[in-house]
């Protein structure tokens, strides 16, 4: 099980911090912006709600993961967009509630 929770929250750097990173870093400014939207749309509660999956199936050990998630996206954006954006907590708001949301949802079904 901690192989497991290693693999996720390198996935979650990966997810959070790279990712925005590479489109920052890579991406020219119109595309970057498409790209930008893309992440804060589609990808991040993709992932948001896939974390909330595994974190449901061990939820005393693995409650922390939405949590971690939250404040991995939150040091990504403001390592890379704009530092202290308010907006951006918002977000990290939304992605911890999906994560408990579904988290909660599978312990409940199990």
Not at 51 to 70: E, M, N, Y
Request: aromatic share 14%; glycine share 6%; net charge positive.
């Amino acid at each position: 099980m901690k192989k497991e929770i290693i693999v996720w929250l390198a996935v979650s750097v990966a997810v959070m911090m790279a990712l925005p990173w590479l489109a920052v870093t890579f991406v020219q400014s119109d595309a970057g912006m498409a790209c930008s939207l893309l992440l804060l749309f589609a990808v991040n509660p993709i992932y948001a709600v896939m974390t909330g999956v595994f974190a449901g199936k061990d939820v005393r050990r693995l409650w922390s993961l939405p949590v971690i998630l939250a404040v991995f996206f939150l040091a990504g954006t403001w390592m890379f967009f704009d530092r202290g954006e308010t907006a951006f907590i918002s977000y990290a708001a939304v992605y911890l509630g999906l994560g408990i949301a579904v988290m909660l949802v599978c312990l409940i079904f199990r």
